[in-house]
């Protein structure tokens, strides 16, 4: 199992972590909502609770719960800018198409 990140992504994550001054990484979930199912969560994490997974990808830990872990298995987080809008984007293995507005995925 593994969750990786872009170059991008790590990057932003770090420079985050660092501007708020605490975290240990990002958090990575699934929730089920939108018009295909699914939808990524991402926030910072701020501790490692029992019930979750910790990868660690170019000096970032990504924590994912126990109920996203086969959700996310094989992602890659991705950031990625076009013109003034920005947002972490994932490339999911298992997705098997998004909505129109990319907010969310079917499996």
Known sequence: MAVTLSPAAADRVKTFLAAR????????????????????????????????????????????????????DGTEVDFVKHGLNEAFKFKNPKARGECGCGESFSL
């Open 21 to 72: 001054g605490h975290g240990v990484g990002l958090r990575l979930a699934i929730k089920r909502t939108g018009c295909s199912g699914y939808a990524y969560v991402v926030n910072y994490a701020e501790g490692i609770g029992p019930e979750d997974t910790v990868f660690e990808d170019q000096g970032v830990k990504v924590v994912v719960d126990a109920g996203s872990l086969d959700l996310v």
